[in-house]
């Protein structure tokens, strides 16, 4: 697994504000190939899709979690979706905050998100399938951020 933090999301996770209350209302880009060694490097890969609440549609549109239980953060309601912009392998994604340096693409130290690889079965990011056809519907229904114990 190659879940990533950048500096901008530890440092703000540092200071006063937790996991949750960062991330709420961002959104979720998912790219061919290989994730970078840092989320704080550039985005490699095409992107092949935006994911949010209700496919860039709506106000108010950024991924909202649900209620922590357990060390885990699971998303919440409306389901993730999006609609596939370009035929391609799903490899890593890049979560992005709404606010501030959040949304910040490029090489950033101070950019609010986090990375992670994207699979079929044990991957920070589990979908039916990693073969995305342009002009789809991708829905993520389920997924979760767990905080380790130890």
């Known amino acids: 697994m ?72 699971p998303i919440g309601t409306p389901a993730w979706k999006g609609v596939i912009l370009v035929t391609g392998v799903a490899g890593w994604f890049r979560f992005y905050a709404s606010s501030g340096t959040g949304g910040a693409t490029g090489t950033s130290g101070t950019a609010i998100r986090f990375d992670g690889n994207v699979g079929i079965s044990g991957a920070d990011l589990n979908l039916s399938h990693t073969n995305l056809t342009k002009d789809a519907a991708i829905t993520i229904s389920a997924a979760n951020i767990t905080q380790p114990a130890e």
């Open 2 to 73: 190659a879940f990533r933090l950048s500096t901008g999301l530890r440092n703000a996770l540092l200071g006063k504000d937790d996991f949750k209350a960062i991330m709420n209302n961002g959104w979720l880009d998912i790219f061919t190939g290989s994730q970078p060694t840092s989320a704080d490097a550039i985005e490699v890969g095409t992107k092949l899709v935006r994911i949010s609440s209700t496919s860039g549609t709506g106000v108010g549109d950024g991924c909202k979690y649900g209620t922590v239980g357990s060390g885990v953060l």
